[in-house]
């Protein structure tokens, strides 16, 4: 069975950081593409950040851009999700999500993943 369990998340003052972790059991986590998302209240989920099976290719959202670090470790199953200079927007629920296949053009697309996580709160205080 498939689990994938985040860890990470809390509150924290506007400008802030957290990193957020995703432990992966009962996949082969190499073969994997990993994601993140997130959900707001009221909102749909959407894309936050990407990676490739081996780390090489990553892919984020614009708003996210050059705050957010998508990395992952093969060797402990975790894919990470670096969070730097927070803002109130980023608030909601981060997910961790795992597919197969790679393929650049589809890695917003959640209906797409496969398995997802429970989620983890962020909270960013203005």
């Known amino acids: 069975q498939v689990h994938l369990v985040e860890s990470g998340g809390g509150l924290v003052q506007a400008g802030g950081s957290l990193r957020l972790s995703c432990a992966a059991s009962g996949l082969t986590f190499s073969t994997h593409v990993m994601g993140w998302f997130r959900q707001a209240p009221g909102k749909e989920r959407e894309f936050v950040a990407g990676i490739g099976w081996s780390g090489g290719s990553t892919h984020y959202k614009d708003s996210v851009k050059g705050r957010f670090t998508i990395s992952r470790d093969n060797a402990k199953n975790t894919v990470y999700l670096k969070m730097m200079n927070l803002k109130p927007e980023d608030t909601a629920v981060y997910y961790c999500?795992?597919?197969?296949?790679?393929?650049?053009?589809?890695?917003?697309?959640?209906?797409?993943?496969?398995?997802w996580g429970q989620g983890t709160q962020v909270t960013v205080a203005s």
């Open positions: 999500e795992a597919r197969l296949w790679y393929n650049p053009a589809t890695m917003k697309d959640d209906q797409l993943y496969r398995y």
